[in-house]
């Protein structure tokens, strides 16, 4: 069912990670969360990181999602290497390469359905009519053109994580992080929004899934395991 | 793939263009409106603060304009010089060989050495001034009769409204006409023009020429001004020398118990100088002339153009108070609205965190709270504004008081209270920008 990873060949490596660590200093005690991890994704791949918590996960999303930089070693995000831009670049990188799915879908209160869609595309400085249509259509796309204008706290908890799907979808973004998507949400909710990722996988999106249960993994074509900071497994399921 | 590959933007980095702001400030209007009550309080201390500095200012222009009015009634290139009764007065008729008779004051004699010595002396303005009831038929009023020159109203900035003012053929003739001021009218010729109809002082008869325009209502701004505007209380204006043959060089003074006898050739002068760059120059060369002759200090001098400066310095000096005031209780408004703002900064702490996420920089952020500061600050300054316009109008429906609202303070209070919202706003701001994303998001 499962055999060792082997990069495809014919995709194109869209995420490499060469020896990354981490070290965070708490006043004198320093704490290496990353301790070098390499790692390489491909365009279209659907991987799962899991690991129990305090293994790094949450120290490699940040990394992944550009919030974080490295101590050490290289991140390559598309074809520029990002392990030591500034802070004004990486949020450049963030708001054109990466979407953010987050477990407690993190909307802006404030903002309508489409309004919070087209955050990014704001901060990429696109046109109103544009930001408009693009989100319009990505709010279709998660099935919730009927509340466009609907504030996030008058939606279900399935129905805001749709919206932060479309959110996340609106740059189209080289890489889609999730973070535990659904980990607030009941288990037909959380069914629904993993079918939304298979979907868009099978429509070539590539997703880092960062998760705990192993039942949300084994939607991903490849789980990686952390344990303390290192890769512990990274296996491709093979699905029939 | 190179190590070092300077990395590439998607798009050209987002202009500050008018339609990116428009939609900062409407996000920012929209968060600020969900917290409704927290905004209006915020604001106030702006509002008070900028509706104080205006209407203040407006009262203040107001009643230093009146005060300058009536100075500059006096003539700014005028010197008026005015008898008084000595301070020894007392002394001096008792022992004086005449008995009862006081003689003091200004005389013919001063008129001619001014000008015969003084240069720049334009025109004199010799006048007396007598008390008596004015009469017509039954009605009376208690009157200043001020004999002078036909020349008086130009000197004296003091139009004619209707009729004319009588003239150097009258004066000659020593007829007997008069020109009322405006307020004896309504008294004494409640119904119809007075113009033509005669009035009766003492013994004698005059015919009304003509009526003066009506001067400024008594004047709440200082003793000074009080002083010296003669004409304000009910004035009645004869020919000089009509005067001289009606009422002779000694006035008597009948009061209850007591009868005094005051020889007095003339009560005012006015001294008209070319340019009013000469004034206080000559002003210093009369009085020293004057007091060549006077021993006895029975005169006294008004230059109204150090009048009209002292007020001008009187309104500096209000002017810095009035400043000192509005930058304290707007420095007290921009503090409240960087406390509110620094609250506000805490409490979005995640929103910032998804904000920066989603690709914002450091400089989004600083916008997107710099403006909210701002519009704060400028609702607060627009209300300020508008009650500070309205309140002056209010104050003078009710007190009677002149305000007068210049136009450029309500422009000056509003970029005040602009500013004060960028610079009290730019620390949380720059709190707000500084956070690290990864906290942020982390912040419950």
Known sequence: MTSP??????????????????????????????????????????????????????????VLGCLDRPSSGHYFLGADDVSNLDDRDLSEIRGARLGFIFQSYNLIQQLTVV?????????????????????????????????LDHKPFELSGGQQQRVAIARALVNDPLVILADEPTGNLDSVSGQEILKVFDDLNSHGKTIILVTHDAEVARHAARAVRLRDGLVDSDVRFNKS | MPASHKFQRARPAPGFHFGRLKRIVRLGLKTLWLHRLRSLLTVLGIVFGVCSVIAMLAIGEGASHEAQEQIKNLGSQNIIVRSIKPPDQQKASEGSQQSYVLQYGLTYADVRRIRATITGVQLILPSRIMREYVWNIDRRLDCEIIATVPWYPTLRHHEVISGRFFTDHEMDAKASVCVLGAELVPVLFPLGSPLGKEVRVGGSYYHVVGVMA?????????????????????????????????????????????????????????????????????ADAVKALLERHHPK???????????????????????????????????????????????????????????????????????????????LSAAGGIIGVLLGVIIPHFVSQFAGMRTIITFWSPFLAFTISGTVGVIFGIYPAFRAAAMDPVEALRHE
Do not use: W
């Open chain 2, 214 to 282: 009506p001067r400024g209502k008594n004047p709440q701004t200082g003793a000074d001004v009080q002083q010296s505007s003669q004409t304000v209380p009910n004035s009645m204006f004869i020919p000089l020398e009509t005067a001289k043959t009606r009422y002779g060089e000694i006035l008597r003074k009948i009061r209850s118990g007591s009868f005094e006898q005051e020889r007095v050739e003339l009560h005012e002068l006015t001294v008209e100088v070319a340019s009013s760059e000469q004034v206080m120059a000559t």
């Open chain 1, 115 to 147: 309004e919070n869609i087209e955050v990014p595309l704001f901060y990429q400085g696109c046109g109103e009519e544009e930001m408009r249509e693009r989100a319009a259509h990505l709010a279709k796309l998660v099935g919730l053109e009927a509340r």
């Open chain 1, 5 to 62: 990873v082997e990069n495809p060949a014919s995709a194109e490596t869209i995420v490499r990670l060469e020896s990354v660590e981490k070290t965070y200093r708490m006043g004198p005690v320093t704490v290496q969360a990353l301790r070098g991890i390499s790692l390489s994704i491909e365009a279209g791949d659907y991987i799962s990181i899991m690991g129990p918590s305090g293994c790094g996960k949450s120290t490699l999303l940040n």
């Open chain 2, 297 to 375: 200090k029975d005169y006294e001098m008004v230059v109204p153009l150090e009048l009209l400066r002292r007020a001008e310095r009187t309104k500096q000096i209000f002017n810095i108070v009035l400043g000192s005031i509005a930058a304290i209780s707007l420095l007290v408004g921009g503090i409240g609205i960087m406390n509110i703002m620094l609250a506000s900064v805490t409490e979005r702490t995640r929103e910032i965190g998804i904000r920066r996420a989603l690709g914002a920089k450091r400089e989004d952020i600083i916008t997107q709270f710099l403006v909210e500061a701002v519009i």
